[in-house]
């Protein structure tokens, strides 16, 4: 997703202003047993509606820290634009999102064009369905779902849902390699279900990235909060790569990306001449990235277990493992192009070798991120057995 690098930013600047917007306060004692201090009054001049009439807060324990933050956290963002830019359109929509505001508008002096509008509707539709778009000629704004703010969701439920649909996409990809010269019909259908768990893994990203900067997910500490936002951007990379070997095939296919939410029938007539076959060296190379998608698989599903029951120490044995692995997979890939470059291929073939070469770079970039995900996961979590 192009907007992933961009909403990371977003979250480390929101969390970096929680360190740097620093006060010094005296705690009192009031009365037996309890202890008061003062709130910056500037702070509580910035409250509206709700907020400065109910004037209640939460206190959030995090290890050593109390964080205070306000009951109600309705917010309004708004701001002028004078553009026909489709992307800055959604550059603010996202930001106001991941920032945490309940509320963002955008006015023009004029008119808003229909590529505009457009792109809000289907930009604000894959961010969260419990937004609701309220547009005009010359005003865009999405507001919270009164009911749907009844029930939040769980940070760790939402990474759990991440990790599914991350397994889940590593095995259609392993049946599109499998079909894809085989079965055009069948590739068109799996590189769709690809693209629609692509922007399920966006979205769930970007939701688990809004509860961090909202403060709303129960973490002991903000070394915890914050390890959990880079391995769920680390996972939503995961996702891009997934896509990417869609790209590739459709390459093969001479189809535009964009077109996949067409029809398979108008598809299929897109692709036109048969797609042919891969010879025996190609079809020993499919086999070779059938087998890494397996392990891939493999791999997943114990960070997945590791991480979600809380044993993320473990992670330490599976390092070695995943760099010899990802290592591997260059290697592979290196002597299958030497061996085709010594045999040489048939002109068609010859045209997609590129695609197909490409196709085994997306697994090893998820190999990467799989390391990357053990390594944050050791850094923020590993601790020695220090017992005699």
Same mark, same amino acid.
């Given at each position: 997703?192009?907007?992933?690098?961009?909403?990371?930013?977003?979250?480390?600047?929101?969390?970096?202003?929680?360190?740097?917007?620093?006060?010094?306060?005296?705690?009192?004692?009031?009365?037996?047993?309890?202890?008061?201090?003062?709130?910056?009054?500037?702070?509580?001049?910035?409250?509206?509606?709700?907020?400065?009439?109910?004037?209640?807060?939460?206190?959030?324990?995090?290890?050593?820290?109390?964080?205070?933050?306000?009951?109600?956290?309705?917010?309004?963002?708004?701001?002028?634009?004078?553009?026909?830019?489709?992307?800055?359109?959604?550059?603010?929509?996202?930001?106001?999102?991941?920032?945490?505001?309940?509320?963002?508008?955008?006015?023009?002096?004029?008119?808003?064009?229909?590529?505009?509008?457009?792109?809000?509707?289907?930009?604000?539709?894959?961010?969260?369905?419990?937004?609701?778009?309220?547009?005009?000629?010359?005003?865009?704004?999405?507001?919270?779902?009164?009911?749907?703010?009844?029930?939040?969701?769980?940070?760790?439920?939402?990474?759990?849902?991440?990790?599914?649909?991350?397994?889940?996409?590593?095995?259609?990809?392993?049946?599109?390699?499998?079909?894809?010269?085989?079965?055009?019909?069948?590739?068109?259908?799996?590189?769709?279900?690809?693209?629609? &768990?692509?922007?399920?893994? *966006?979205? %769930?990203?970007? #939701?688990? !990235?809004?509860?961090?900067? /909202? =403060?709303?997910?129960?973490?002991?500490?903000?070394?915890?909060?914050?390890?959990?936002?880079?391995?769920?951007?680390?996972?939503?990379?995961?996702?891009?790569?997934?896509?990417?070997?869609?790209?590739?095939?459709?390459?093969?296919?001479?189809?535009?990306?964009?077109?996949?939410?067409?029809?398979?029938?108008?598809?299929?007539?897109?692709?036109?001449?048969?797609?042919?076959?891969?010879?025996?060296?190609?079809?020993?190379?499919?086999?070779?990235?059938?087998?890494?998608?397996?392990?891939?698989?493999?791999?997943?599903?114990?960070?997945?277990?590791?991480?979600?029951?809380?044993?993320?120490?473990?992670?330490?044995?599976?390092?070695?493992?995943?760099?010899?692995?990802?290592?591997?997979?260059?290697?592979?890939?290196?002597?299958?192009?030497?061996?085709? &470059?010594?045999?040489?291929? *048939?002109? %068609?073939?010859? #045209?997609? !070798?590129?695609?197909?070469? /490409? =196709?085994?770079?997306?697994?090893?970039?998820?190999?990467?991120?799989?390391?990357?995900?053990?390594?944050?996961?050791?850094?923020?979590?590993?601790?020695?057995?220090?017992?005699?």
């Amino acid at each position: 997703m192009t907007w992933t690098l961009h909403s990371f930013r977003i979250v480390q600047h929101q969390l970096g202003e929680i360190m740097t917007q620093k006060y010094r306060k005296k705690v009192t004692k009031s009365g037996k047993g309890a202890f008061s201090l003062y709130i910056p009054k500037k702070w509580i001049d910035g409250w509206k509606g709700e907020q400065a009439k109910d004037r209640n807060v939460d206190l959030i324990q995090m290890d050593d820290l109390l964080i205070i933050s306000p009951v109600q956290k309705s917010s309004l963002k708004s701001v002028r634009l004078d553009s026909d830019s489709v992307d800055q359109v959604k550059h603010f929509l996202l930001s106001c999102y991941v920032r945490g505001f309940e509320s963002a508008e955008i006015i023009t002096r004029t008119k808003f064009t229909d590529e505009q509008i457009c792109g809000a509707r289907s930009f604000v539709r894959s961010l969260d369905d419990r937004l609701t778009l309220e547009i005009t000629e010359n005003r865009i704004a999405y507001d919270k779902n009164a009911a749907a703010m009844l029930s939040r969701p769980d940070a760790m439920q939402l990474q759990r849902l991440l990790f599914d649909k991350l397994l889940e996409g590593v095995r259609l990809m392993e049946e599109l390699v499998e079909h894809f010269d085989r079965n055009p019909r069948r590739g068109i259908h799996l590189m769709q279900m690809l693209k629609l &768990l692509e922007e399920d893994t *966006d979205r %769930l990203g970007l #939701q688990i !990235l809004r509860l961090a900067s /909202r =403060m709303e997910i129960p973490f002991e500490n903000l070394v915890d909060l914050y390890y959990f936002v880079l391995t769920t951007n680390t996972m939503e990379n995961i996702g891009d790569s997934m896509f990417g070997m869609v790209r590739d095939v459709c390459h093969i296919y001479n189809l535009d990306p964009a077109k996949l939410q067409y029809p398979p029938d108008t598809l299929m007539k897109e692709v036109g001449k048969p797609v042919e076959r891969l010879d025996s060296s190609l079809d020993n190379l499919r086999q070779t990235y059938v087998a890494h998608l397996k392990t891939c698989s493999k791999n997943i599903e114990t960070l997945k277990r590791l991480t979600l029951s809380d044993e993320t120490e473990k992670v330490q044995a599976l390092i070695g493992g995943l760099t010899l692995f990802r290592d591997t997979i260059g290697e592979d890939l290196g002597k299958s192009i030497k061996n085709m &470059l010594t045999k040489g291929q *048939d002109s %068609l073939q010859g #045209q997609s !070798l590129p695609h197909l070469i /490409r =196709m085994g770079y997306r697994i090893s970039d998820i190999a990467a991120k799989l390391e990357e995900f053990s390594k944050h996961s050791v850094t923020f979590h590993f601790s020695p057995d220090l017992s005699d």
